[in-house]
DNA sequence: AACGAGGGCAACCGCTCAATG
DNA sequence: GCATTGAGCGGTTGCCCTCGT
């Protein structure tokens, strides 16, 4: 497989952009779209390679990105799709449509990473660090299917993440999310179009469902073997007894948040500025194409709402505000709130089927978070 | 005020995969 | 089926800024 030299060729600028060179770019990808990448270098009057154009270009300029700190929603649901789908940047990003995989990827090895890390949950696995708790072989045969089966689930988000970039790369691509994501689903998802709102992550609900009636069977007896083999493809955190703590834990990552974002992921204030600055910044350099409507109308919302949620029937939305509720049904696992308790005994440090309760909160709100997507989402 | 350490982020590098001839 | 090319992804680097001393 020959690499190509792209960049090595001598003549090539490196190194920051100029305010001049996004100009170029810009100009030229809303007068002709960016075609082949490879080519579009010398087309625009750029000295960088195609690369670096396309780089800058799906990191910076592209009108449909947010730029500023994360709300407590969207850190929410990188753990949690990390947790799920390990370090697919590029999938994660499908979930946050206006942050891209680098600035997710930024993100998380700059903070969450080292959050988790400080709370001793190893950030890889999402286990916790001292996790020696071993699993009972009681249930090893559900947990086989049910790791083939989030496995599988696995790769078709990934499969699906890959579609949905192709559909972006589409002839006419500066049609919104909304656009592509509506023709992603006719042409591409059929089924799952017309599959209502349980149409996706079957599977990982099967799992979870298959999971937690048995852990409600079992109660006490095999609660840590359920989990102890049921490992993703991608990353551990399938572990009942790594869940449960970390979700625990993740609790108090959210409550430490509150320097990014306060308690009910309000960034409007620093997010507004930086969100101002970008306007700003693209006005000087005399960007004319509009923000998608969308970016437009309210510069960020008191709490961030997913895109993905915009304009979806509460069909999709079991909770009137969902990252509310998706809050309150974090936070209700810590502070001996235990109303998802069978037993109704307090089990502390994750005996029991506390485990499987904060475990099946921990999923249940990947679920809903899934879930809540639109039937047009690129991904759901 | 000057300096060093650490953090954050934009950009680059190298690999893999898919498409094409 | 193989070689080549192009695009995208994830890991890493290096610059710049902020903060503490």
Not at 193 to 207: H, T
Not at 346 to 358: I, R
């Amino acid at each position: 497989m020959g690499r190509s030299p792209c960049c090595d060729k001598v003549g090539l600028k490196k190194g920051p952009w100029t305010p001049e060179e996004d100009q170029k770019l810009l100009a030229y990808i809303e007068e002709h779209g960016h075609g082949s990448w490879r080519a579009l270098p010398a087309k625009a009057g750029l000295q960088r390679c195609g690369k670096s154009c396309r780089l800058r270009w799906t990191n910076y300029l592209r009108p449909d990105i947010k730029r500023g700190k994360f709300s407590l929603q969207e850190e929410q649901t990188i753990i949690q799709l990390h947790a799920l789908l390990g370090n697919r940047w590029s999938a994660i990003a499908t979930h946050l449509p206006k942050r891209t995989d680098n600035e997710i990827k930024n993100y998380w090895n700059t903070h969450l990473k080292k959050r988790l890390d400080k709370m001793g949950i190893d950030p890889v696995t999402h286990k916790p660090k001292n996790d020696t708790l071993v699993s009972s072989d009681g249930q090893s045969k559900n947990a086989a299917n049910l790791s083939h089966m989030a496995q599988w689930e696995s790769a078709r988000l990934e499969a699906e993440a890959r579609l949905v970039r192709q559909s972006k790369l589409r002839p006419g691509s500066s049609t919104s999310y909304q656009t592509q994501s509506s023709e992603f689903a006719s042409t591409s998802s059929p089924v799952q179009k017309s599959a209502g709102p349980s149409r996706c992550l079957d599977v990982l609900k099967a799992w979870n469902g298959v999971v937690w009636g048995k852990a409600n069977e079992v109660a006490g007896v095999s609660a840590v073997g359920i989990g102890g083999d049921l490992e993703s493809p991608t990353s551990t955190l399938s572990s009942a007894a790594g869940v449960g703590e970390s979700s625990t834990a993740f609790v108090e990552l959210v409550r430490n948040s509150s320097g990014t974002c306060d308690g009910g992921g309000t960034m409007k204030d620093e997010s507004e500025g930086e969100w101002k600055n970008l306007t700003e910044y693209r006005d000087g350099i005399g960007i004319s194409t509009p923000f998608p409507s969308e970016l437009q109308e309210s510069s960020f919302p008191s709490a961030w709402e997913p895109e993905s949620m915009r304009g979806s029937s509460t069909e999709h939305v079991p909770c009137g505000n969902f990252v509310e509720k998706f809050t309150d049904l974090l936070l209700s696992t810590s502070s001996g709130d235990r109303r998802f308790s069978d037993d109704g005994g307090e089990s502390d440090n994750g005996s029991g089927s506390d485990y499987y309760e904060d475990n099946k909160n921990y999923w249940n709100s990947i679920l809903n978070l899934v879930n809540s997507s639109p039937s047009d989402s690129p991904i759901f």
